[in-house]
């Protein structure tokens, strides 16, 4: 094989390569400017911060005045997912059964009670407005994702 078709195979291979990384990177950057947005807007017009945890937590507890915001968040989120779903890849195989699923799920849950909020809340509003708290937690939950990561690939 002469030496320009192996260049342009290699060339063909890294363009590719990184449209799918710019492609990538913009899909995480608008969903990021989407979350940030929302954040803003309902602290703007609500006053309340943006702890996805926190806004389900209201709506299971004992119902309150504040209901009404709180579910019409939750149904946004849901609408916005739909919204999104054709122009991402959803996963059809999570590599875990539901039940194990459904145990990750309470541990997180119970997680967020602990650190009086999850990584929306912690990650996106609390570091956004400088929060030492939110800082400490979110550095938390990076460190405690990086090694269950690396338990679940490489030791189980």
Known sequence: MPSSDIAQIILSATLKEINMDLLLFTKAL????????????????????????????????????????????????????????????????????????AIAGLLVGIGTRIGSGCTSGHGICGIGRFS??????????MLTAGITVFVRLHLL
Not at 69 to 96: C, K, Y
Not at 134 to 141: E, G, K, M, P
């Open 30 to 101: 608008v969903g990021g400017i989407l979350l940030g947005c929302s954040a803003i807007l309902l602290l703007m017009f609500n006053g309340r911060i943006a702890g996805i945890s926190g806004i389900l937590g209201g709506c299971i507890s004992a119902p309150s005045s504040d209901w009404i915001w709180r579910g019409l968040f939750i149904v946004g989120i849901l609408i916005g997912g739909a919204i999104a779903a054709p122009f991402g890849e959803m996963p059809q195989n999570f590599g875990s059964s539901p039940v194990t699923l």
């Open 132 to 141: 030492p708290r939110s800082i400490i937690a979110t550095v938390t939950f």
